[in-house]
């Protein structure tokens, strides 16, 4: 099981340019976490400050009884291999093959015997749909497939917290659809807590059991994904829409005369599109941290839009689920779901099998970008 990671009162400046300031929040263990945000507002600074490579001014990363800002460095270095992080440009070294791109981290740090990382590195390239590229070099392959290769090299120390910044830059919509149903199986087989930082609205509305928004230096909200997908702050609203008309400009912030020219011109925010369905592992089990759908809204009251929760064939998700989970059951190893939501999630026009057989497969399960 993932760790949970508690961020409080996070601050960070280079020189006298505030990056962002007192973000708190909590990625739950298990789950995965979205951060959104508009070009510049500090995401990739925020995942490099979660992972120790760079150091906030002020406030606290606490991983399990771990302050990680404030460990001295052997520590540090010890806690770090508690993560795995996939760089947006997979970060692979040009002159070494795939396979020992992979192997890098373990030689680099374990005393493994090469039987053994062998063993490790064609189980990792056999989960990302890499096995036969052993031999190729990173010029030598699509950017689809370095993603793959980044994601199989931040997996093999058995990382308990996975840290992805832009797994979509530079992919195709197609490519991207299979990074992220690649993503959402690795979490329901390796259970641990990820945090992936992405501009596609798509992907920020259809993988994560939460969502975070940064924007003018300050983590606008953060919670789970039925809580921003139903929120009518402005910022979060607009964003999550993709949307023109709202408080973000072209340069981050519209000024006063722009919203009110916006305001004279009748435009407005709109109505809230449906939630649609969190995507699914594609062997259509549960993952162990996955809420029910709709739980959120109905803890807390709220109607979600209409249409909400139904796939493409037309199955309401919220009705559907209880049967859905009887038959499926959680993944194997799968706890108690955390974070007191039921359990909760589904696919988005890729629904489980009919008839709900357990470990039948989703239509395009497996095949890789
Ligand atoms: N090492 C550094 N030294 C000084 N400034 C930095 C450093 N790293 C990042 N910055 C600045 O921090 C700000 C936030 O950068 P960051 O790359 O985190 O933004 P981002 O939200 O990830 O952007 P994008 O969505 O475009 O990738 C930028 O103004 C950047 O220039």
Redesign the pocket.
Known sequence: MGVEIRVEGLT?S??R?T?WQDVSLTLPAGEISVLL????????????SLVGL?KPDRGHIWVGDRDLPYLPEAQLYDTRKLFGVLF?DGALFGSMNLYDNIAFPLREHTKKPESEVRRIVMEKMEMVGLLGAERKLPGEISGGMKKRAGLARALVLDPEILLV??PD?GLDPVRTAYLNQLIVDLNSQINATFLI?T?DINTARTVPDNIGL?FRRELVMFGPREMLLSSEEPVVRQFLNARRVGPIGMSEEKDVSELEAEAKMGHDPGKLPPIPPQLMPSDGRVRPAQHAPGSWCAAHGVVPPAGSFIDDLGRNWVEEWPRYVAAMGPVAGAGAVPGGHAPGGHVPGAPGPGGYQQGGGVPGAGAAP
């Open positions: 960070k280079f020189g340019q990056i945000g508009p070009s510049g507002t500090g995401k990739s600074v925020f995942l490099k760079l947006q910044d832009e830059s930082v501009h940064l």
